[in-house]
Structures are given as C-alpha cells and as structure tokens.
C-alpha cells in the first residue's frame, strides 16, 4: 500500500486531498496541520461522503511514523527547503505548489527557487524527484507554455499569462490569498525580457485582453512571478518576453477600485497599529470558509478565467490556450473554482509518481518534464476542459 502526505489543511491542501478522493487513488493519505479545527472541518465534510477514504489526521509530522511515497507541501514556500530534506530523510518523492523567483526584501531563502534547484544531487543521488511550482500559475501554465511551443515548434515566443476572476458574494472574500492578490497588485509589474528582468510603472501596468467567453478585460501585471523564472530555466532559447497578470471582479468593482473603497471607508483610523497594507488584507473573510460560505449563500457566484497566449513574431503564429472554470463544488467537496484548478496538476503528479510514470530524478519544475501533453490530457480528463485555438497572422 502506497502513502501520500499532505502538508497543510488550508484551502488548497483540502482540494488536493479532495481530488485524490474523487479520483479514488489506492494510497492511504496523512494530511498534516497544527490547526486541529481545519482537521475537524475536513472530517466534518468527510462524513457526508457516501466512501470514506484511507485517511489519517495529523498534528505534528514528527509523529508520523509510518513510511511515504509522496510528500505535498500546501503551506508556505518558506517550508520548501524543510519539507524537501524531510521528503529525503523518508526516501519519498516531493511536490509543492510554487517558491519565490528572485531574492528580495523579506523573502526567506528556502523559499527561493534557486534554493531548491540547489538539492539536485541529493534527489538524484535518492533516484527521487521534488517536482515544485505545480499549482495553476506557475504549473499548470509552464506545462501549456511547453507544449505549445513543442507542438507548433514555436521561437522568439511572446508569452501572456492571464487571469479574471469574477465573484458576487455579501462577504468580502476571495478564494485567493488577500496577501498575495494584493502585493501583486500594488507592487510595480514585472516582465522577462530578452533575457533580463524589467519592472513596470504607471499606466504601462494596465493591459487589455480579450477573454474567451467574457470579452475585452483589463489586466494588472503581477510582480516577480515564478513563471518568469522556471519557464526561461527550461525554455530560454524559445522564450523572448512573458508577461503574467490578472484582475479581480468583486460584485462589479475591478480590483483597483476596490481598493480605493476600502480605503474610502474610513478603515484606517489606528494607523498606528499596523500598516495599511494589512489593513487591506484584514478586512477580507479568510480564504479557508470560501466552501461553506458558498454553501451557505453567502457567496452567490464564482468563476475564473485563464488564459495563455503565445505569439511567435519570427513565424507569424499566435496560439491561444483558455479555460473557464465556475464554482466547482460539485465535482470536488473541498474546492472552490480556484483550489480546483490549482489542485489537478499535483494530484495528479502524484499518482503518475504513485505508479512510476515520471522517469526524472532531482529538482524539476512542471515545465522540465518531458511529456506535457500526457499529464495535460490527464488534467482534461479530470475537469480542465482546455481550449487551444491557433492562428496564422497574415504578412
């Protein structure tokens, strides 16, 4: 009997361990949290389910005792380099969802990349394989990127990262992390170009892009996104610039004027206390009751929309990756629309690693993996209904 460890019961954990229960995978799964009331809520939801799974509830990893195939890291990146070498010390394979791109002010170093890709040896000399970045975006972009690109044998490829997402709810939550959506917001963008780093300001921010199904939108350009890093780490003699954004439609105020209304609403008389920024991050519901909120009607509707676009200059040909995905707890009890997309790619990494199918050793991201179009079919196959559209520009 196989065994698989989650590490960490927050809304992207629960989702993971929800699609390795719909997909009935034969393993005996541990899910690990100091948290005791998030373990409680996941067996709350569990006796409702009509088969119950080999489950065990954990709140201290120093208590597991027996061994592990698969070790998946939902917490922080800061827990990267930990998990890593304790996913070594049990001779077992390793997976997380995404690390910090680029050193900066308070930015941990286990929570770099670079750090990562620093264990290669020891994976290799384990023949074990730590596969990281494999949430949504960075993830399950870097491995449309790469097979696109292969099976158009594109080059000088302009790549456009994208995301709207739409929610009408009496609360103020969001099924993204208030920390992340906002940092990435305020800070200036940033872009790969030709090789360097470039940041931007003002109004050059601001793109817009037409979505599938939902029309012209605009987009903010996110700052120092893992996919500027792992896609030109495996793709750089393909790659020319990539640029990742996305915007936030909370019942009809986009995610700048959100803000402005935030603001606007006198929330920050102790300043004092502490900053503005967590202020903003203060006044959203967190993120774990985004399931039971919409349960309960409090969250009335939810969708995202990503879109991958790839635009080779040299060959005049633009190829179009979309998906629209809107609340998806009938397909997985634990998931909003977001933790669903950004659990399929490590569920079913970790099968395909449950069953020997990855035959790479060391420390990868999604985009060095050598059968894309495989693991993308399985992530169709499990609710990612992917639509690929390619165009040739007239000269």
Known sequence: MTNVLIVGAGSIGKAILGELIRNKTDTT???????????????????????????????????????????????????????????????????????????????????????????????????????????????????????????????????????????ISDRLISSWSPEILLFESIMPGTTYKQGQIQSIIGKDKFREVQFPRIGKKNVILFNTHPELKTVPFYLKEEIDSIQVGGNLNFNGLELPELILELIQQNLFKKLTDESIFEKLCATFDNKTDFVEYYKKGKVEFERITPLITIEDVENRIAVHTSLTIQHANDKNPFANATSFITSILPSVLTEELLLEEISEKGVIAPAGLSDSERILLKCSRRGLALKTKKDRKKS
Not at 43 to 60: A, G, H, V
Not at 116 to 128: H, N, W
Request: charged share 25%; glycine share 6%.
């Open 29 to 167: 799964i541990t899910i690990m949290d100091k948290n005791r009331s998030k373990l409680n809520t996941i067996r709350r939801t569990l006796n409702t389910l009509t088969e119950t799974p080999k489950l065990n509830l954990l709140t201290d990893i120093s208590k597991l005792h027996q061994n592990v195939d698969v070790v998946i890291n939902a917490t922080n990146p800061e827990n990267n380099i930990k998990l890593m070498k304790f996913a070594l010390k049990k001779k077992a394979d390793y997976i997380d969802l995404g690390s910090n791109p680029f050193k900066g002010p308070g930015i941990s170093p286990d929570s770099l990349f670079d750090s990562q890709i620093a264990l290669t040896d020891r994976f290799k000399q384990s023949k074990k394989i730590a596969i990281t970045n494999t949430g949504a975006a960075p993830g399950l972009s870097d491995l449309i990127i790469k097979r696109n690109i292969v099976r158009n044998g594109l080059h000088t490829a302009n790549i456009g990262i994208y995301f709207y997402q739409e929610i």
